[in-house]
């Protein structure tokens, strides 16, 4: 029943074809989405008061993933703030990083 040139028999074949098509790249969104809220979990554990400063270390071991970020801020005196949704941490010397919060997203 239906057009006579529709290609699924109904919205359940339709949608596991599409799924299966997209899989890898759902996969890959997947994995790398799983990972920034990670890192944004981290960074809201460990900054509550929404500034805070904290050694390298520290993410490293709760499992803090340098590669992945949503975005980055650049200030005028050149600065580079790395952020996690609306968490961001921006390096310091030393080994420390600032923790910071942009309550404006």
Known sequence: MGRI????????????YNNKLNKDENALVTSINRL????????????????????RAELE????NFKHFTHVY????????????????LPLDNGYFALVVNKDI
Do not use: H, S
């Open 5 to 16: 040139d529709k290609k699924f028999c109904n919205d359940q074949c339709r949608n596991n």
């Open 36 to 55: 920034l809220r990670k890192n944004r979990r981290i960074l809201k554990e460990l900054n509550p008061k929404g500034k805070a400063k904290v050694k």
């Open 61 to 64: 071991r709760k499992g803090f």
């Open 74 to 89: 650049k200030t005028k005196d050149k600065r580079i703030y790395y952020f996690c949704y609306e968490y961001g941490y």
